[in-house]
């Protein structure tokens, strides 16, 4: 099954390029990225493999 987080923030150029380079770079598997601009706030749903590499990208995430 996929583990999926919601990320939400200002929306500036670049944030799910600079998400999915993080998360790989930390050795998580994406199993998908869906990304929206609404307005001036930018809310995304990442999906990974497993609850221990979720509760890993929310600390890397947290940090940008």
């Known amino acids: 099954s996929l583990n ?6 200002k929306d500036k150029k670049g944030r799910a390029a600079k998400i999915s380079k993080a998360l790989g770079k930390a050795g998580i598997n994406l199993r998908g990225l869906t990304a929206a601009a609404i307005g001036k706030k930018f809310v995304a749903h990442v999906a990974v493999d497993s609850p221990a590499d979720a509760a890993k990208a929310m600390k890397i995430l947290q940090e940008m």
Do not use: C, N
Not at 4 to 9: A, D, F, K, L
């Open 4 to 9: 999926t987080i919601r990320v939400e923030g």
